[in-house]
């Protein structure tokens, strides 16, 4: 997509090693991301696709390698958490919206307690970013009320609303009806033409090929393949990459 | 095998749609529910007749036995103390201060944020209704018949009432023959040392071996006013002057002024010879006298007027308890002895306090768009608590607002004081339990379940104990706390433990997600449990936390056994304290446990309503 990138990757990974007990989810993970990259990271189920982009914003802990996130290097520091999560949104498989707030309150919760952003500030804004995905009609209804592909536009706008430089996506469409996969996949496109950075664990191979700038594949704990959708899915290199490709295309 | 096709076999619909039909009536309305829901089946059926011809006969005997032979004055004799315990009597008036700022304060908060107001405004009207028609019912309801018995074995009393001019008042002399057209009224009003030789003599009179016909009965009636003076009949001759007849008879008489007046009873024993033989029983039946509360009531209200009653050796009083009551008593005895005393005594306060609340209401909801309105309000509310303390307890050594120790509020007050008490402390208490329990440092966490179990492995009777006995004994500092305070700590840790435990129950049911997203959103963890974990755990359980509540409310009445008087233990001191409401414990008990649902089924209809307002009703996770 935007073809002019800075030189300074706004992620940088560096041998990331992550364990659940003694299990190893994340073998020596390295990966740098661009300013205004999308990245699309495929895989099957158990690889740790997921596991890896939830260390980027502290969800899980690894306990080997560095991870350092706009010049913030991810430590025990409280202080550094928190301003790296207000760098990064996060959207949620199962959208994980606050079912107690209205639409408004969801997406202006955060910017009101953690910006401290007066009410009236933060509900404009909220209203915006609802426009911006498309649902300015549902602000005042509950997330119970809303369908699953517009609770997941609800979740974008929310994780927006803080300003973030950064977007992580775990499996945004896994949990949806199909003809509602399409209504978040173009949000997600539309995101992606403004030029955030994005990383995405998806499925969706189509979306991986017209959208990401690079594909990464992940398999056991480990970057099996990484390159751009054309090298990707026109010249596998690796035998995991192809066997994926063929069971899922 | 497919055969020939027909013209039948096809088929187009008319353009037209046919007109909608009502359906049928056994299926709408009352009659349909009544089908789909009681008369469904044959069992259906059958468990619906049997099961309303319980209830019905339930309801009819405690309908019946409540209005024919029960003596509520045992509460409304005793309004004062059930509501207020032995609190000074003279001060009194502090606790109508402060229930009726707890009115205005109710009544504006429902101005204010009630969205239920058409209901609660009907609520109130209907019960000023009843307020008024009752009384003005209860006025037009013609006096009791007053049954005095002349019986055999002592000289018969006279019975002293207050008659206004112009009134008429009638005396049915009404000798008993024959064992039956006694037994009914015997049973009732008479003491029981005449039932118990009534009844004898009846069994005698059943068997045949005594023929009350035979028994002479020579009584003669005079009117006297309160000189003793005997009033003359229109006709000159002394009222009532009606000798011994056996088959009865009756005068009526108009009265000539406003006053006390005397029937005198005489029984003229030489007139068969022989006292013995002068042997039956009769009642006088008095029509058109007014009855009174009780004997001090009658003097109370009648004496400014009228002068104290005249001093008649063995008078009988016109008085409920000169007449007790435990057999048959129509419904018309029933409102004018007892409906219309305890209505007597309620009617001011509950107008006053109905105005008060009806200000309120008004006030609250002309100004519910004003912040100060609100404000105040809330005000109100935060600053009641310590105002309405103070007024109750007063200062040592002050005029206006003498001290009354907290070992003398008992009643209704006191309940209703360690409830509100109990609530408001345990509730923080308990949640800040409940997620000190899940805490993630171990001596936080330790401390907690220590507690929580602690608490929860001990009966409340004896924690209520520890806190009267076993506490200031090792902290003396708490030895000068006043037991009303201690027993409210006591109340306050057992609750707060359960409540902890309901509350841990609903935080374990917020999916993991949740937290996950707040903490992605960069919300810290105390926002992220006060904002996003708390809401929602809190109105999961909010069943759970209001049944807390109320066996809270209902637990108060243990503090009885530790020597405080709160709405069961003044009830118990009343009923085996004071020898003539000893017979009637099942009517206090029975007014007891009426109060406590109301209380409760209150608290739990809120909790319903909490339920279904807000998000609460729709939220799907």
Known sequence: ?249 | MRGRYTASDFYVAPLESPPSRRPPITSVGPLGWLRANLFSSKSNSIATVIMAALILWFLWSFLSWSVRSAQWGVIYHNLRLVTSGLYDRQEIWRMELVAGILVLLSGLSLGVWGRLARGVFIAVLVILLILVVVPVLAARVPEPTIYVLVEPQRPPSDFVFVGLKGQEVSFTFDPLTDAQDADERLLGFVESQARTEWSIRAAEVRAGNLDLGQHNLAVTLRLLDRQGRPLTSQAGSAVGDFAADPAGGALSYTLPADGWYVLEVRRDDSVNGSVGDNAGYAWIRVQGVETFASQEAAAQARADQFGQPPAVERALFADENSYRFEGARSVAEFFSLQVTPLFSRIVMPCFVGAALFFNGWVIGTLGRREKIVRRAVLGGWILSAPVILIILRGFEGSRTLPLVPTSVWGGLLLTILLTVVGIVASFPLGVALALGRRSELPAIKWTCTLFIETVRGVPLITILFMAKQIVPFFWSALSGLDLAIRMMIGVTLFSAAYLAENVRGGLQIIPYGQIEAARALGLNPALATTLIVLPQALRAVIPAIVGQFISLFKDTSLVAVVGLFELVGIVDRIVSGQAIYRPYQREAYIVIAIIYFVISYAMSDVSRRLEQSGAGSIRRL
């Not at chain 1, 740098?32 to 939830?54: A, C, L, N, Y």
């Not at chain 1, 949620?92 to 401290?116: E, G, K, M, S």
């Not at chain 1, 990464?216 to 990484?226: A, H, P």
């Open chain 1, 1 to 249: 997509m935007a073809e002019t990138k800075s030189s300074e990757p706004i992620i940088s990974c560096r041998g990331v090693n992550k364990w659940f007990g003694n299990f190893h989810v994340l073998k020596d993970v390295d990966l740098d991301v661009m300013p205004q990259e999308v990245v699309v990271i495929i895989g099957p189920s158990g690889s740790g696709k997921s596991t890896f982009i939830r260390c980027i914003n502290r969800l899980e802990e690894h306990q080997e390698g560095q991870i350092i996130v706009d010049g913030i290097e991810l430590s025990h520091d409280v202080r550094n958490i928190a301003a790296i999560r207000s760098e990064i949104g996060m959207v949620f498989q199962q959208f994980n919206l606050f079912p107690h707030l209205t639409v408004l309150d969801n997406i202006a919760l955060a910017p009101r307690y953690v910006r401290r952003q007066p009410r009236r500030t933060a509900e404009e804004t909220a209203l915006q970013l609802l426009e911006r995905v498309g649902i300015p009609e549902q602000a005042r209804k509950y997330p119970g009320q809303l369908s699953g592909g517009q609770q997941q536009r609800v979740a974008i706008a929310r994780a927006l609303a803080m300003q973030p430089k950064i977007m992580l996506f775990d499996e945004p469409t896994s949990a949806l009806d199909p003809e509602m996969i399409k209504e978040v996949l173009d949000v997600m496109k539309q995101l992606a033409q403004s030029g955030m950075t994005m990383l995405v664990v998806t499925h969706e191979m189509g979306f991986a090929r017209e959208v990401a700038d690079r594909i990464v594949l992940f398999d056991e704990g480990r970057i099996v393949e990484m390159g751009t959708p054309e090298h990707f899915f026109t010249n596998p290199q690796h035998e995991r990459t192809k066997l994926f490709l063929s069971q899922i295309l």
